[in-house]
């Protein structure tokens, strides 16, 4: 992380900032060769800091961690691919402009420079950032179905329009009074996503280590297995939609309750698992067993 600091203090020239008092303009001729000059300057130094940028990355050993390289290598891309957007702009912009293209990618390699300066500094800062992402996705899809739920017709859709009246045109905005009890069992089962990512961030901050290669490798495997959960609330979450379909939601709700047991399992084997952590990891346990079955057992009331 050393020479990434190294590459990022590095700053504008003060010579390509100043502006010298109108008599001190060179001549027409003499200009041009100063504007080639500082344009190859320039480049070579552009140059010089890409192939630097670009060893930060690979000369990041992967015993620091896979989460940690992923940060790295993301922001790296990120100002790579900056840089070329701003390059690709000015190749086809006119000569001698400042155009508000130009402006706008300048300023996006400069974000994306700037975010440097915020990267995890080993492999535990990285698993609380990941931890913390997949945590406000599933909170913003339990949040969307509960808006939604709020804002639907109540009751059941009706069968049948009075006499000469058109049949309804929203009958999927519905969702029945089954249904709605449906979502709601289902609805615990994302609640208890959620509570598991909120615990396993906490005891990731708390008792999370990346100094042994062994601690390094236990908080990378759970990050793979927790990546999964986000997508999983969401395909759960979408099937609860109306109209519901059974098959479905019973098929999202079980794949969630066994990622979600998979993940506890991974926790409960790992180095920031104490005393403290076995209580809420037992209750989880108990939560994900309860919301499944009670799921099941709406899912299938007539079956």
């Known amino acids: ?30 200009r041009c060769r100063h504007s ?10 552009v140059l010089k800091s890409v192939l630097s940028l670009s060893t930060v990355y690979y000369w990041l050993p992967n015993s620091r961690g896979v989460a940690l390289r992923q940060q790295v290598r993301d922001a790296v891309v990120q100002a790579l691919e900056g840089l070329t957007q701003l390059l690709e702009v000015i190749l086809t912009s006119p000569l001698q402009s400042l155009t508000q293209a130009q402006l706008t990618s300048t300023g996006g390699v400069w974000s994306a420079c700037d975010r440097f300066t915020r990267l995890p500094q080993d492999n535990k800062a990285a ?8 945590s406000g996705i599933v909170k913003d899809a339990i949040e969307e179905l509960e808006q939604a739920l709020l804002e639907a017709p109540s009751g059941d859709a009706p069968d049948q329009q009075e006499d000469g009246e058109e049949p309804h045109a929203n ?33 990731v901050r708390t008792r999370g280590d990346a100094d042994a290669p062994q601690r390094v490798e236990q ?38 309750a ?39 057992n709406l899912l299938w009331l007539d079956s």
């Open 171 to 203: 009958q999927d905005a519905y969702w029945s009074v089954r249904d709605r009890c449906v979502v709601a069992a289902c609805q615990g089962m994302m609640k208890v996503a959620a509570a598991c990512l909120r615990k396993t961030t906490a005891a």
């Open 219 to 256: 908080l990378d495997r759970l990050l793979d297995a927790v990546k999964e959960i986000s997508p999983g609330v969401d395909d759960l979450a979408l099937c609860l939609y109306p109209p519901v379909d059974n098959n479905d939601a019973d098929n999202h709700v079980t794949q969630l």
């Open 36 to 45: 080639k000059l500082d344009a190859e300057q320039l480049s070579d130094s």
């Open 1 to 30: 992380m050393q020479l990434l600091t190294s590459v990022l203090q590095t700053r504008r020239p003060k010579q390509y900032l100043r502006k010298p008092p109108n008599s001190a303009w060179p001549s027409p001729s003499l």
């Open 127 to 134: 698993a609380v950032l990941v931890l913390s992402g997949q």
């Open 258 to 296: 066994a990622l979600l047991t998979k993940v506890l399992t991974i926790i409960r084997s790992s180095h920031i698992c104490g005393e403290a952590e076995l209580t809420w990891l037992e209750f989880l346990d108990q939560a994900v067993d309860h919301n499944l079955q009670k799921a099941k």
